[in-house]
Each structure stands twice: as C-alpha cells, then as structure tokens.
C-alpha cells in the first residue's frame, strides 16, 4: 500500500533538507556517512526537481521570500513541511513502478496539494526495509510565494496568499490521505483505506527501536 506522512522542519537552513536527500546518510543518526577522506557521499539514486525554485538553491530562494514577507523569524516557528509517499514495494515488481513515474506522480500530488509554495521534489528507490520499496520526498517552504485560486481542501482565505503560512489540519491530512488513494486507485496500485484506523498500530519510535535490534542482531550473526 501506498502511505503519507508529514514531518515538521524547525531547521532555518533549508540546505539541510537538500543534503538529506542527495547526501548519504546513516538511518538510525540522520547524520551523513562519510568516506575515509571525511567527506560527505553521493547517494547511489536520486530523482531531483524544483518546483518555484531551483532545488540547489532551495535555501537562498525560500530565505528570500521568508524575510519578504518577515516570516521564519524565531526557533520556534515551522520552517518547512516534509512529506513523504512511500509506494508498495509490489508495485515496482508487479505494477512497472519506476522511480521516474513515481517522481512524476510526485511533482503531481506537490503542484495540486502545495500551489504556490517553493518545493523541491525528491524521488528514492531505497526504502527502510529489505524490500526497498520506492517512495518520494516532497519538502516545502513554511511560506506561500505565489497568490494561487482558492481551491475545496484550503480552509482559510488566507491559504491562497502569498506570504501567509501553510498549516496542517487533521481534516487537511485526511485530505491527503484520499489524494494518495485516488492516484493509487488510477494508477492500479495496491491501496488500503489509509482514513480507517489500523487495528494495530506501532509508533515511529516502536518501528525504529525495532530496526535498531534487527541490526544488532544481524552483526551478531555476521561475527559468529
């Protein structure tokens, strides 16, 4: 199945979430792998686009438009919004899933869901898991560049301005959800109903304890 989720991005520096996606990083520490020299590793596959903006100047642009319109000033604020849309592993194997297509279904979901905001989208082949099931990365600047039309999913007149900040709702997020089932279902994917609860739930710190023994074991039993 195909699923969404949101990340909250407090980091000023919008460099950061470009690394992230073109750098190699460690998945348990978030932090880059670096080769015997010290320095930073390419990752093997990425699919890079920018939509408003160029994707290696992402920083520079949204910084440009934050202090336009004097927002993003303080720690506390929402710098960024990062989503990410993790594709069924059988959809590659049994579906044609290629990177490439999903990166298109990407720079779709970011221009109808996101209008007038600076994003970059970023396509991977590598999932957490043994399956490496492709997924995409669609990070945002907090702040609207562009006026856009009011559009059904946008609550406030606001959300259609520029200069004013993107929020996130529940109503918003189960938006998203059925945006995802619906280009599931178009494209002839699998899909669950991702806005009925699952019956057991695990939590993000569950799932990467969870990962973090499965790789001490699997080094276990590599040095016996």
């Not at 642009?61 to 927002?71: D, F, H, R, V």
């Not at 970059?120 to 907090?142: E, K, L, Q, Y």
């Not at 559009?151 to 007149?157: I, N, V």
Request: with cysteine; aromatic share 10%.
């Amino acid at each position: 199945m195909a699923i969404v989720k949101h990340i909250f991005i407090k980091n000023s520096n919008y460099d950061a979430a470009t690394d992230y996606l073109t750098i190699q990083h460690d998945e348990f520490t978030n932090k880059p792998i670096l080769d015997d020299a010290g320095n930073e590793i390419p990752r093997d596959f990425y699919l890079l686009d920018g939509i408003y903006c160029d994707p290696f100047s992402f920083n520079a642009e949204c910084q440009t438009i934050n202090a336009k319109y004097g927002k993003n000033r303080t720690r506390s604020e929402i710098k960024a919004h990062h989503y990410i849309i993790s594709f069924d592993s059988r959809d590659r194997d049994e579906n044609g899933l290629t990177p490439e297509h999903a990166q298109e279904i990407g720079m779709e979901f970011a221009s109808s869901n996101f209008p007038g905001h600076q994003t970059i989208v970023c396509t991977h082949r590598d999932g957490h898991n043994s399956a490496g099931n492709i997924h995409v990365h669609i990070v945002i600047n907090s702040v609207r560049k562009l006026d856009v039309e009011m559009q059904d999913f946008m609550e406030r007149p606001g959300d259609a301005l520029a200069g004013h900040k993107h929020h996130v709702t529940k109503s918003y997020m189960n938006f998203l959800k059925q945006s995802v089932m619906d280009l599931c279902q178009r494209e002839d994917f699998y899909q669950v109903d991702l806005l009925s609860p699952a019956k057991v739930r695990i939590t993000d710190r569950e799932y990467w304890a969870k990962r973090r023994g499965q790789a001490v074991l699997n080094q276990e039993n590599k040095e016996k």
